[in-house]
Structure formats: C-alpha cells, structure tokens
C-alpha cells in the first residue's frame, strides 16, 4: 500500500490543484475517489481521531446547506458519520494522508511541509 493517499472526486478544482502540485513533485501517490469508492466509517474515525470535526468538514458545501439542523448538529458532534460516508461532498477536499500528516484543503505550504 502506497504510504500517501489523496481523497476527493476527480471534478473539484481544489483536488485537481492538489494532484497538479503532487505529480510536479514527482511524488508516488495514490488517488482515492471517495465518490466511487465510498469512505468507511473506521477511515473516518481514524479521522477524527486526528483533527476535530470542524476542520473536516466543509460548511461551505451544498451537500451542509441541504442537512436538517439536527443533521448538522449530529454531525459537528462527531454522532453522524454515517452521514460524511454517504455525503463525501461534506469533506473538506481534498484530503491528503501521509504516515505524519493527515491535511484537509489544499494549501502548497502545508503540502510542502507534510511531504
């Protein structure tokens, strides 16, 4: 298993960024649309483990102005997960995973920094 993933659907902006930085670096990743390929709850867990709950998900999105405010309270109290699994729109994208760096967005600093 490759040691560096990069989550998202292949038609965001921001995730085509991110792939276009990672490949001008020349850096062995693997690609995970969570679109076709729907997260597990335990990936999210681990997730959550790792970064609160506020900077996973992604209020901005269509898929949060659509949620109930009981789903979005649920949600930001860490109850649904369920919910970012069967709504990956919800995530902040894209989402890169190193075995030191778990980063949600795209900010080349970071990127740099984690790699």
Request: hydrophobic share 35%; glycine share 4%.
């Amino acid at each position: 298993m490759n040691p560096i993933t990069l989550y998202g659907i292949p038609n965001c902006d921001t995730v085509r960024k991110a792939r276009k930085f990672l490949d001008t670096q020349q850096v062995d990743y693997q690609f995970h649309d969570f679109r076709k390929n729907p997260l597990t709850l335990e990936t999210l867990q681990h997730w959550l483990a790792q970064q609160p709950i506020d900077v996973i998900v992604n209020k901005r999105s269509t898929g949060w102005k659509q949620l109930s405010d009981q789903q979005k309270q649920q949600l930001m109290a860490g109850d649904n997960l369920e919910l970012l699994a069967e709504i990956p729109t919800l995530i902040k994208r894209p989402v890169l995973q190193t075995e030191t760096a778990l980063l949600f967005g795209f900010k080349e600093a970071d990127y740099q920094q984690a790699l």
